[in-house]
């Protein structure tokens, strides 16, 4: 008699290595499918979302928000009492610091944009810019943990593992939420955690590279031989289990590998690019049998998405050599090299697949930088957490828009302002999800990603 697919994945528990985020643990609170697909609170918008975060904090005045005045102004000595120059030696006079990058109207929406992203410039009047963006901290760790669970300080779940949580997945061979990145960001993993979420929920981590999923192929290449096998682990996984029925944290690791099962088949084909024409690699930017950079992070997520999973995170470099151009914001060329023309075929090719109307893109970083250093001709900006950009695009986002205002110099939002927790509330908005009904009862209180904030921005929906 063969065993069922929920038996011959149980039976591969005891010996299997694959997925970190598929091994975490899976604190179920019952034995229900934890990925299953769930109903949202309202039609969305979205199916899915590719969330593309510039690890370092890329310079909203060099970018996104153009500031003539700035420009004019070049030199100025000016007084703010900022977070990260406030009795710090070598600070006490600030000198405005015009931008790198000359800003021109791009596309027939007009938006500025600089020549630091020319090929996303020529898609502009598909994106909703956001110039209004702020967040509450200025350290790298607590920004990257804000923007990614809406908490600065301690470890809550990521936004990706939310998303997950309130919809589940309509396909279960694939993690409902995967994380392509090439390094470490700032806050570890915890970037993509579920913490107090059911485990399944966690991030799982794919490495550009040769081998992006370590253990994925199955270790027994001989199928009649792993039968043998995986029939001898069930028959010995259930007698253990069945002196454990009451313990949840079993019954949910079991279930997960089910997912690991089925990632064995259909996670390979998605990562394999040798199907891809060679105009839709020129798009990203990618030669033949690449498997490495910015361009086969956002080709492989559009393949991700078109199968399904729900939340992709593409993270940029990781927690050195990123934008966080402290010394020359001539750092900021070569990594914009990077992610400008894989960004914007990205966007190309999701409207060539259908898929744009499907697929919300999100674009950040987790702060600004200084439109002031303390001389004129410091070759670097510092931290900036009072004001900085992100963008939209795809399904339910307005196109050619841009929301909101800073200051004459960049300094701080004027109009609209859209704090970390009001990015989030509108994200879950477009994906069906009311972000103050998604919660989670843990430790005796219900948590949600907004904590007791956020507001959806309205302006940026269609």
Same mark, same amino acid.
């Given at each position: 008699?063969?065993?069922?697919?929920?038996?011959f994945?149980?039976?591969?528990?005891?010996?299997?290595?694959?997925?970190?985020g598929?091994?975490?643990?899976?604190?179920?609170a019952?034995?229900?499918?934890?990925?299953?697909?769930?109903?949202?609170?309202?039609?969305?918008?979205?199916?899915s979302?590719?969330f593309?975060?510039?690890?370092?904090?890329?310079?909203?005045v060099?970018?996104?928000d &153009?500031?003539?005045?700035l420009?004019?102004?070049?030199?100025?000595?000016?007084?703010? %009492?900022?977070? +990260?120059?406030?009795?710090?030696?070598g600070?006490?006079?600030?000198?405005?610091?015009?931008?790198?990058?000359k800003?021109?109207?791009?596309?027939?929406s007009?938006?500025?944009?600089?020549?630091?992203?020319?090929?996303?410039?020529?898609?502009?009047?598909?994106?909703?810019?956001?110039?209004?963006?702020?967040?509450?901290?200025?350290?790298?760790?607590?920004?990257?943990?804000?923007?990614?669970?809406?908490?600065?300080?301690?470890?809550?779940?990521?936004?990706?593992?939310?998303?997950?949580?309130?919809?589940?997945?309509?396909?279960?061979?694939?993690?409902?939420?995967?994380?392509?990145?090439p390094?470490?960001?700032?806050?570890?993993?915890?970037?993509?955690?579920?913490?107090?979420?059911?485990?399944?929920? *966690?991030?799982?981590?794919?490495?550009?590279?040769?081998?992006?999923?370590?253990?994925?192929?199955?270790?027994?290449?001989?199928? &009649?031989?792993?039968q043998?096998?995986?029939?001898?682990?069930?028959?010995?996984?259930?007698?253990?289990?069945?002196?454990?029925?009451?313990?949840?944290?079993?019954?949910?690791?079991?279930?997960?590998?089910?997912?690991?099962?089925?990632?064995?088949?259909?996670?390979?084909?998605?990562?394999d690019?040798?199907? +891809?024409?060679?105009?839709?690699?020129?798009l990203y930017?990618?030669?033949?049998?690449?498997?490495?950079?910015?361009?086969?992070?956002?080709?492989?997520?559009?393949?991700?998405?078109?199968r399904?999973?729900?939340?992709?995170?593409?993270?940029?470099?990781?927690?050195?050599?990123?934008?966080?151009?402290?010394?020359?914001?001539?750092d900021?060329?070569?990594?914009?090299q *990077?992610? %400008?023309?894989?960004?914007?075929?990205?966007?190309?090719?999701?409207?060539?697949?259908?898929?744009?109307? %499907?697929?919300?893109?999100?674009?950040?970083?987790?702060?600004?930088?200084?439109?002031?250093?303390?001389?004129?001709?410091?070759?670097?900006?510092?931290?900036?957490?009072?004001?900085?950009?992100?963008?939209?695009?795809?399904?339910?986002?307005?196109?050619?828009h841009?929301?909101?205002?800073? %200051?004459?110099?960049?300094?701080?939002?004027? +109009?609209?302002?859209?704090?970390?927790?009001d990015?989030?509330?509108?994200?879950?908005?477009?994906?069906?999800?009311?972000?103050?009904?998604?919660?989670?009862?843990?430790?005796?209180?219900?948590y949600?990603?907004?904590?007791?904030?956020?507001?959806?921005?309205?302006?940026?929906?269609?």
């Amino acid at each position: 008699m063969h065993p069922s697919r929920r038996g011959f994945v149980r039976s591969a528990v005891a010996g299997s290595l694959i997925m970190p985020g598929l091994l975490a643990e899976l604190l179920a609170a019952d034995s229900a499918d934890p990925l299953a697909p769930k109903k949202p609170h309202f039609a969305p918008k979205a199916k899915s979302v590719i969330f593309l975060f510039m690890s370092g904090g890329v310079s909203h005045v060099d970018s996104f928000d &153009p500031k003539p005045k700035l420009v004019a102004d070049h030199g100025k000595q000016v007084t703010f %009492d900022h977070p +990260e120059t406030r009795n710090r030696p070598g600070y006490e006079k600030l000198f405005l610091k015009k931008p790198n990058w000359k800003f021109a109207p791009r596309g027939k929406s007009g938006t500025e944009v600089s020549d630091l992203f020319p090929h996303l410039g020529q898609q502009i009047d598909d994106v909703a810019i956001v110039r209004s963006m702020h967040t509450s901290h200025s350290n790298h760790y607590n920004a990257t943990l804000g923007m990614h669970t809406g908490s600065f300080a301690f470890a809550r779940p990521s936004i990706g593992a939310w998303t997950s949580y309130g919809l589940g997945t309509p396909n279960k061979n694939l993690p409902s939420f995967l994380v392509l990145a090439p390094q470490m960001p700032y806050a570890g993993t915890q970037v993509w955690a579920a913490d107090f979420l059911p485990g399944a929920h *966690q991030g799982t981590r794919v490495v550009p590279g040769t081998e992006p999923i370590a253990n994925l192929k199955p270790r027994v290449p001989d199928a &009649p031989r792993q039968q043998l096998e995986l029939d001898a682990l069930k028959e010995f996984n259930e007698a253990h289990r069945t002196t454990r029925a009451d313990d949840p944290a079993l019954a949910a690791r079991i279930r997960s590998f089910e997912t690991a099962f089925g990632m064995q088949s259909e996670m390979p084909d998605a990562l394999d690019l040798s199907k +891809e024409d060679d105009k839709t690699l020129a798009l990203y930017g990618l030669s033949r049998g690449q498997t490495s950079g910015f361009g086969w992070q956002c080709l492989v997520a559009r393949r991700l998405v078109e199968r399904g999973v729900r939340f992709v995170e593409l993270i940029h470099t990781g927690s050195s050599g990123n934008w966080d151009s402290h010394g020359d914001m001539a750092d900021h060329g070569r990594l914009a090299q *990077q992610v %400008d023309r894989p960004i914007a075929g990205l966007l190309q090719d999701l409207k060539r697949a259908g898929l744009f109307d %499907d697929v919300l893109v999100v674009w950040t970083t987790e702060f600004g930088r200084t439109p002031f250093n303390n001389t004129a001709d410091n070759p670097g900006r510092e931290h900036h957490n009072w004001a900085f950009s992100s963008w939209l695009a795809g399904a339910g986002v307005k196109r050619g828009h841009a929301h909101g205002a800073t %200051d004459e110099y960049g300094m701080k939002p004027v +109009e609209k302002p859209v704090h970390v927790h009001d990015f989030h509330a509108t994200i879950l908005h477009l994906m069906g999800l009311d972000h103050t009904k998604l919660t989670y009862r843990h430790a005796g209180r219900d948590y949600r990603l907004t904590d007791v904030h956020g507001e959806v921005v309205r302006d940026l929906l269609t």
